[in-house]
Each structure stands twice: as structure tokens, then as C-alpha cells.
């Protein structure tokens, strides 16, 4: 079974410009959590998604969105790209609705120049 | 805000020995935790939980131990095996709030041979 993939793996984009991050759960798994994480730190919680529907936010700025389709996969989008939003972009599915006991993907790294 | 703390950057231990990860939190809503571990180029993969209600839980090599009065937990892995080498985060929820987890910097655990 495959797990968590994300894509792309890695991206670079220019301050201003506009991003979008896919994931794909595993199969079964409704749930997609998305997650930020910088050098030296731990992933912080940016939105999970249940069936669909948007189930928490984090504090994150209105530039930051997301989206889960019909077959579970998700979009994360950033547009405006400061160069703060440099970082690795970790998308995790679970089986529950709460989006614990999640298995993440490697990430997609995110370089903003 | 940091509420989840993981004042050990890296431990070091022999083969065959106990190695013991520490995580300190200082929101007392929190009532469900979790540790990750993070191998090079992967994303986190869910190793252990422990709700509030008890403060033991053990699986196989892993045990976590909770104590709710101190805001502390600890992951104890015996024996220690080099495999076990990464890096460890350690998460909280709060039951309201339980899809924004909140993670600690990490531990990176280096088993020696």
C-alpha cells in the first residue's frame, strides 16, 4: 500500500508569487492534516480536513488555504509568498476524524527567494 | 508560545540500553499525546499515544509515562537498538481542540552500536 505522497518534493518560488501543494492519503484515510515546519522546530498545525470538510485551522494568515476533493486527496495554497513562508510542508492522513495517530508524508520543501 | 517543550536536543546511548526521551507542557487542556518518530527524508510516523485518563502505556519496546501534576511525559524505549535512531518529536492535543496538535522541537536519539 502506498502511503502519504506529496508533490512536488521540492519548489522554488519568488516573493509575490503563488503556490499550490498536493497530497494524496492513504487509501482509506479521510482525514488530511496540513502542517509547517521550520529548521529547528516541530511541524505546526496550518488545517485538517474530514470528509471534505474543514475540521480545525491554525494561526496562520488568510494567504494560506486549502481544499480536500471527493477521493480524499488535498490542495494546500499560498498565495502572496513572503519569504517567512520558506519551510518543509508535511501533509499527514489519519483514519479518525480528529487527525491524530497521522502518518505524514516526506514533506514538500518550499524555498521562497 | 511554545507549549510543548522538548529541552533535549539530542541523546546519545549504548546498544541494549534505556533510552529515555523527556517532553514538558504547559497547557493544561492538553489531555492526549502522542510521540512521533522521524527517520532522514521521511516525514514523522506515529510511534505511541497516551490519553489523560491513564499514565502508562506500553507497546513492546515503548512504554510512555505521563504525569499530569508535573506536565510531563517521558518515552521510554529498552533495549535501545540502532534502528531506534531518529529523531523524536513529542505531540499534545486538547480534547476540544485534538485536530491542532502541537509538537516539540524534537530529540534527535543516536544508538550506538
Known amino acids: 500500500d502506498a502511503g502519504v505522497t506529496q508533490s512536488p518534493t521540492h519548489l522554488i518560488k519568488t516573493r509575490g508569487q503563488h503556490v499550490t501543494l498536493r497530497c494524496s492519503p492513504i487509501?482509506?484515510?479521510?482525514?488530511v492534516s496540513w502542517y509547517q515546519q521550520v529548521l529547528g522546530q516541530g511541524p505546526q498545525f496550518i488545517f485538517q480536513?474530514?470528509?471534505?470538510?474543514?475540521?480545525g485551522r491554525g494561526n496562520f494568515p488568510d494567504r494560506f488555504s486549502a481544499r480536500q476533493f471527493p477521493n480524499y486527496s488535498s490542495e494546500l495554497n499560498v498565495n502572496a509568498l513572503l519569504l517567512g513562508d520558506s519551510a518543509l510542508y508535511l501533509c499527514?492522513?489519519?483514519?479518525?476524524?480528529?487527525?491524530?495517530?497521522?502518518?505524514f508524508g516526506q514533506g514538500t520543501r518550499l524555498t521562497v527567494v | 508560545d511554545q507549549q510543548v517543550k522538548q529541552n533535549s536536543p539530542s541523546l546519545s546511548v549504548q546498544e541494549g540500553r534505556i533510552s529515555i526521551l523527556n517532553c514538558d507542557y504547559t497547557?493544561?487542556?492538553?489531555?492526549?499525546f502522542l510521540w512521533y518518530k522521524k527517520y532522514p527524508a521521511e516525514g514523522p510516523t506515529f510511534l505511541i499515544s497516551?490519553?489523560?485518563?491513564?499514565d502508562k502505556n506500553e507497546d513492546g519496546r515503548f512504554t510512555v509515562f505521563l504525569n499530569k501534576s508535573a506536565k510531563h511525559l517521558s518515552l521510554h524505549i529498552v533495549p535501545s537498538q540502532p534502528g531506534d535512531s531518529a529523531v523524536y518529536f513529542c505531540?499534545?492535543?486538547?480534547?476540544?481542540?485534538?485536530?491542532?496538535?502541537?509538537f516539540g522541537a524534537g530529540t534527535r536519539l543516536t544508538v550506538k552500536p
Open positions: 497516551i490519553s489523560s485518563i491513564k
Open positions: 497547557n493544561s487542556m492538553f489531555d492526549y
Open positions: 505531540a499534545a492535543s486538547a480534547w476540544e481542540d485534538n485536530n491542532d496538535m502541537r
Open positions: 499527514a492522513s489519519s483514519h479518525n476524524a480528529w487527525g491524530t495517530e497521522a502518518f
Open positions: 487509501s482509506g484515510h479521510k482525514s
Open positions: 480536513y474530514y470528509e471534505k470538510e474543514e475540521r
